[in-house]
T-cell receptor, first 114, second 112 residues
Framework: DTEVTQTPKHLVMGMTNKKSLKCEQHMGHRAMYWYKQKAKKPPELMFV???????INESVPSRFSPECPNSSLLNLHLHALQPEDSALYLCASSQESGQNSPLHFGNGTRLTVT | GEDVEQSLFLSVREGDSSVINCTYT??????LYWYKQEPGAGLQLLTYIFSNMDMKQDQRLTVLLNKKDKHLSLRIADTQTGDSAIYFCAESLRGATNKLIFGTGTLLAVQP
């Protein structure tokens, strides 16, 4: 069982829809991450939050909008997505954002854009 | 560069040892990680090693690091069918934020 919980597990949305992915951790971690993973590929970093502030945006298109309401929650708001955005979206957290803090991942949300 | 390379596939028999290899290119990496991903699941942290170490053992897992050759390996002793999964190595680049660069992943198939 993972200590990082992601909802929903699966999501199908049309290109004109607005939806949100949610991530929660109760390990007291102060850094949270969004990764995108296409089929048969490694995860790719999208965003990093450290102490509830956005510290890294890996040039992600604005149709993806992250939000960190508090230290336990991380959302990813989706709007006007394209079919090529279909992927597994993984949330992760770490105790701190420094290099000696291993990332702990959730089980992901499988997103399909139709 | 930030390329992390792994062989794509490894097949072993149950009870044998598995060795999964990883080559990274950024000599400034400080921590190197191994993650396991089962079908339809997220990534499970298996173990990690600091760059000033050359070996770390954790139960059935042994990590070897050759910093000169930028080569990392994961040995799984007494491999079980439950070990079948994709294994990713990842390097943590030097800098203020823990930015992981993942390898291409190795699919381990364990035959009964």
């Amino acid at each position: 069982d993972t200590e990082v919980t992601q909802t929903p597990k699966h999501l199908v949305m049309g290109m004109t829809n607005k939806k949100s992915l949610k991530c929660e951790q109760h390990m007291g971690h102060r850094a949270m991450y969004w990764y995108k993973q296409k089929a048969k590929k490694p995860p790719e970093l999208m965003f990093v939050y450290s102490y509830e502030k956005l510290s890294i945006n890996e040039s992600v298109p604005s149709r993806f909008s992250p939000e960190c309401p508090n230290s336990s929650l991380l959302n990813l708001h989706l709007h006007a997505l394209q079919p090529e955005d279909s992927a597994l979206y993984l949330c992760a957290s770490s105790q701190e954002s420094g290099q000696n803090s291993p990332l702990h991942f959730g089980n992901g949300t499988r997103l399909t854009v139709t | 560069g930030e390329d992390v390379e792994q062989s794509l596939f490894l097949s072993v028999r149950e009870g044998d040892s598995s060795v999964i290899n990883c080559t990274y290119t950024d000599s400034s990496s400080t921590y190197l990680y191994w993650y396991k991903q089962e079908p339809g699941a997220g990534l499970q942290l298996l173990t990690y090693i600091f760059s000033n170490m050359d070996m770390k053992q954790d139960q059935r897992l042994t990590v070897l690091l050759n910093k000169k050759d930028k080569h990392l390996s994961l040995r799984i002793a007494d491999t079980q069918t439950g070990d079948s999964a994709i294994y990713f190595c990842a390097e943590s680049l030097r800098g203020a934020t823990n930015k992981l660069i993942f390898g291409t992943g190795t699919l381990l198939a364990v035959q009964p």
